[in-house]
């Protein structure tokens, strides 16, 4: 598996930003080293990095999520709720089936709730993963992409992920 921070191609960064098939590619080499059994199925550009989900090609369920530097083309984990929330691939790996008990209609709810309270007028996009242990949605302000969030599959504690700036644009690679 590639470490947290290993550039893709040892290069240091040109200060060009990678496209988004740069990113995409970066993305599939690190989850085909995790294994051959998961796929990129998404990846979002923002003014920060990239973001992309991995998921199982057997099941289509939410594998993890990656974080991909911009500039560099380094690969890591998604820190937040996919490392701490995640049942399966996480660092809170459970010995049962990783099921959610809240259920997605839950965590849209619960979700959107937390948007309303923001008053930013947002509302929850039409993708939702799931993942063992919690969902991530896509936000949108005015009918554009401008963020994402995660709900606990377990306890429906709601992350709002501020870190990545502006959304620029999405490509689906393969659901």
Same mark, same amino acid.
């Given at each position: 598996?590639?470490?947290p921070?290993?550039p893709r191609t040892?290069?240091?960064?040109?200060?060009?930003?990678?496209?988004i098939?740069?990113?995409?590619?970066?993305?599939q080499?690190? =989850?085909?080293k995790?294994?051959?059994?998961?796929?990129?199925?998404?990846?979002?550009?923002?003014?920060?990095?990239?973001?992309?989900?991995?998921?199982?090609q057997?099941?289509?369920?939410g594998?993890?999520?990656?974080?991909?530097?911009p500039?560099?083309?380094n690969?890591?984990?998604?820190?937040?709720?996919?490392?701490m929330?995640?049942?399966?691939?996480?660092?809170?790996?459970?010995?049962?089936?990783?099921?959610?008990?809240?259920?997605l209609?839950?965590?849209?709810?619960?979700?959107?709730?937390?948007?309303?309270?923001?008053g930013?007028g947002?509302t929850?996009?039409?993708?939702?993963?799931?993942f063992?242990?919690?969902y991530?949605?896509?936000?949108?302000?005015?009918?554009?992409? =401008?963020?994402?969030?995660?709900?606990?599959?377990?306890?429906?504690?709601?992350?709002?992920?501020a870190?990545?700036g502006?959304f620029?644009?999405?490509?689906?690679?393969?659901?």
């Open positions: 598996m590639m470490q921070g290993t040892g290069q240091q960064p040109s200060g060009q930003r990678i496209t098939d740069q990113a995409i590619q970066d993305a080499n690190y =989850a085909a995790v294994g051959n059994t998961l796929t990129v199925a998404d990846v979002l550009e923002f003014q920060n990095g990239f973001y992309a989900i991995v998921t199982e057997s099941t289509g369920r594998a993890f999520e990656l974080l991909i530097d500039d560099t083309g690969v890591s984990r998604e820190m937040s709720p996919d490392m929330w995640n049942l399966k691939y996480g660092r809170m790996r459970a010995n049962g089936s990783g099921d959610n008990t809240v259920t209609q839950q965590a849209q709810t619960d979700a959107q709730k937390v948007l309303d309270a923001r930013s947002a929850l996009g039409n993708d939702a993963f799931d063992y242990g919690f991530t949605f896509n936000y949108q302000v005015n009918g554009q992409t =401008a963020g994402l969030l995660s709900v606990n599959g377990i306890n429906g504690q709601v992350w709002l992920d870190r990545l502006n620029i644009a999405e490509k689906e690679v393969g659901k």
